[in-house]
């Protein structure tokens, strides 16, 4: 069945690089998203990708697909407190299906 | 238009009680789904549906039933809640075709 996967914390000192990988079995997915949730708030979307592309840039955010391997990873550049979130990885099938990780807690310290 | 919405934003329950928690949204999606939100496990689909009259279960359906008799509206029922079905419950919906996920504001429920 399908299945994403990623690393459920990472701590980031302020001003640095943080990279968040995530991994996928589905092999039909269409587009692959990373969603932002605050403390207490909703899932907000931050970026997405197109499982035909292997690199997309939006300010500060950079999401890298592996097709191949299944791989996608969201590097944020220089990181700020306002970052601290959990941060969930999701694939999107053929039939519109969003399967979701379990969420990376990052933690930003100054 | 106003996205996808939800009700109620709270809700406390005795361990046995039913409840519906609604869900409506105004894009003209096809597709809609429930998920849950519990600590350390990301979000778990429950159930979904790909348009009026079509609903399928996901990855956690039990104790829940839904139906999508309009391509608005896609509620969730608690036919009889138990405390491990307190959560928080996101509902979503999608063009088939689009990228974007919409998601509605949550329901938090709590079953004592």
């Known amino acids: 069945g399908e299945d994403v996967e990623q690393s459920l914390f990472l701590s980031v000192r302020e001003g640095d690089s943080s990279v968040i990988n995530c991994t996928y079995t589905?092999?039909?997915?269409?587009?692959l998203y990373w969603y932002k949730q605050e403390p207490g708030a909703g899932l907000q979307l931050l970026t997405y990708i197109f499982s035909n592309m292997d690199m997309k840039q939006d300010q500060r955010l950079t999401v890298l697909l592996n097709k191949k391997d299944k791989h996608l990873s969201l590097r944020i550049a220089d990181t700020q407190t306002g970052d601290s979130a959990i941060y969930f990885c999701?694939?999107?099938?053929?039939?519109?299906?969003?399967?979701f990780g379990a969420g990376t807690q990052v933690v930003v310290t100054p | 238009n106003a996205g996808v919405t939800q009700t109620p934003k709270f809700q406390v329950l005795k361990t046995g009680q039913s409840m519906t928690l609604q869900c409506a949204q105004d894009?003209?999606?096809?597709?809609m789904s429930w998920y849950r939100q519990d600590p350390g496990m990301g979000l778990r689909l429950i159930h979904y549906s790909v348009g009026a009259g079509i609903t399928d279960q996901g990855e956690v359906p039990n104790g829940y039933n839904v139906s999508r008799s309009t391509t608005e509206d896609f509620p969730l029922r608690l036919l009889s809640a138990a405390p491990s079905q307190t959560s928080v419950y996101f509902c979503a919906s999608s063009s088939m075709t689009d990228y974007e996920q919409y998601f509605g504001p949550g329901t938090r429920l709590t079953v004592t």
């Open positions: 999701a694939e999107k099938n053929s039939w519109g299906k969003l399967q």
């Open positions: 894009m003209n999606h096809e597709y």
């Open positions: 589905d092999s039909s997915s269409t587009y």
